[in-house]
């Protein structure tokens, strides 16, 4: 049994499901060249900046505006404006500010695909700098190269996280099951636990967010397929796809509640927060949700990497995220973004960063997971286990479609909400799932021929 969460901890984490904390300078590995976002020319850092984030949430939002203002005491000549907005408004205000001038100095972005997104519409800055002074060699090789366009980076990794699939051990002992390896076995046990209140896994399909892209990116790839062809037109068409949606759909028809049919990724998530979902797959983001939402439950959950096709197939990662920091090409200072980036990765502003969702949000930078601070930590030390499975499955992935490489048709296919409208078509209207998977993938590929270059 996991040893009880400590009492600072449990605070923590009942103040959100997702929190945070933020930046000072890395002892192991390359150290920053600047001391306190000092350029190297010691040249007064001087100016105003602004920087659009998405962690709304607690702990997370204050750690960035605690780094934030220790970065203006260390350089009283800086004013940091720090705008926050939901992950859902982010996409839609970025790409309004390309007409209307609205955009900021730096930013996050959702995923690499987004990255590819502001580099087809020519809106970001290189970040060369900063990659040189924290160190090429510490952060991912596949994040970076996600990140390339032409030879030169335009984001860096601020943590990284994979999706695995995550159970109710407790749920699976009393009905005697082992945890499934096979999507065979996860549909039965699903089907199996889906009673007494308590369903086996939720299938959300709201257009606003990418669930059911997710779903069916995990069963193809899984099969050695792609969502995306090799000339980067969209592949639902095939008989794998095809098979893959057809098993999605009688996950939902035969172990989710109806009403996921409009859950966004918050709905859907809170449903195995709360104990109503006996599978999910997601994050080490699960911990501090349960944490928050049941906490009686943390010593019942635990995580194994994504289902197969048949056992004793070679394993896989479907998906990996790495949540990226981006200069906009309009930015007046960005000595100062490339100055604060840097001060976001020294060692103890970034561990306290990562230990506002510890396992949730995994170090992008090698060196960091060993250290005392990072590795000390309640949560990464009761669920050492799980940080595994899901730090091997960061290791193996790239982003929805980036197997073949960055692309603006991999950002496209997540962020459209077309393949989640085809699952609503199915299961609402009765549509032939052949009929739809059609009509969906040519919907695709005329937003790709008209957006991508």
């Not at 998405?54 to 005491?73: I, L």
């Not at 100095?105 to 924290?134: C, F, K, R």
């Not at 308590?198 to 967010?209: E, L």
């Not at 080490?284 to 197939?313: H, Q, T, W």
Request: hydrophobic fraction near 40%; aromatic fraction near 10%.
């Amino acid at each position: 049994m996991k040893r009880t969460i400590s009492m600072c901890l449990s605070v923590l984490l009942l103040s959100t499901c997702l929190s945070g904390c933020g930046g000072a300078e890395s002892s192991s590995g390359s150290q920053a060249s600047q001391q306190a976002g000092q350029p190297d020319n010691d040249q007064a850092l001087k100016g105003e900046i602004t920087f659009w984030h998405c962690f709304t949430q607690g702990v997370r939002m204050e750690a960035v505006q605690a780094a934030a203002d220790s970065f203006m005491k260390d350089n009283p000549d800086v004013t940091i404006n720090i705008e926050t907005m939901s992950w859902g408004d982010f996409n839609t205000k970025w790409k309004a500010g390309i007409t209307t001038g609205d955009l900021p100095d730096m930013s996050i972005a959702q995923n690499t695909g987004e990255v590819a997104e502001m580099l087809n519409a020519d809106m970001l800055a290189p970040i060369e700098n900063v990659v040189a002074s924290v160190g090429a060699d510490r952060f991912s090789e596949n994040a970076l190269a996600d990140m390339t366009k032409d030879g030169t980076k335009y984001g860096v990794p601020y943590y990284s996280h994979a999706q695995v699939m995550w159970y109710r051990q407790d749920l699976l002992d009393q009905a005697g099951l082992d945890v499934p390896k096979t999507w065979d076995e996860f549909l039965e046990a699903a089907a199996a636990l889906t009673k007494d209140g308590v369903y086996g896994a939720g299938v959300s399909m709201s257009p606003n967010d990418l669930l059911c892209t997710r779903y069916l990116n995990y069963y193809v790839r899984s099969g050695g397929g792609s969502l995306l062809n090799d000339d980067l037109t969209a592949n639902l068409t095939s008989d794998l796809a095809l098979d893959g949606i057809r098993f999605w759909v009688d996950v939902y028809n035969n172990c989710s509640p109806a009403e996921t049919i409009n859950y966004t990724v918050n709905d859907h998530a809170t449903m195995f927060y709360q104990g109503i979902t006996a599978f999910d797959f997601n994050s080490g983001f699960m911990i501090s949700g349960v944490a928050s939402n049941r906490e009686d439950l943390l010593d019942s959950i635990s995580c194994a990497p994504l289902p197969v096709m048949k056992e004793g197939d070679p394993y896989y990662s479907a998906e990996t995220t790495h949540i990226p920091l981006v200069i906009w090409k309009n930015s007046k200072h960005p000595e100062i973004c490339e100055a604060f980036i840097q001060y976001l990765f020294e060692d103890d502003h970034y561990v306290e960063f990562l230990s506002a969702v510890p396992v949730g949000m995994l170090p992008s930078l090698t060196g960091i997971s060993d250290l005392d601070a990072y590795k000390t930590n309640e949560t990464v030390t009761r669920f050492a286990d799980e940080a595994a499975v899901i730090t091997e499955a960061v290791a193996g992935g790239r982003a929805i479609g980036f197997e073949h490489g960055p692309s603006v048709q991999a950002g496209l296919l997540t962020s459209q909400g077309i393949i989640e409208n085809m699952f609503q078509d199915i299961v609402t209207n009765g549509t032939d799932v052949a009929e739809a998977a059609k009509a969906a993938e040519t919907r695709l590929n005329e937003i790709f021929s008209t957006q991508a270059e």
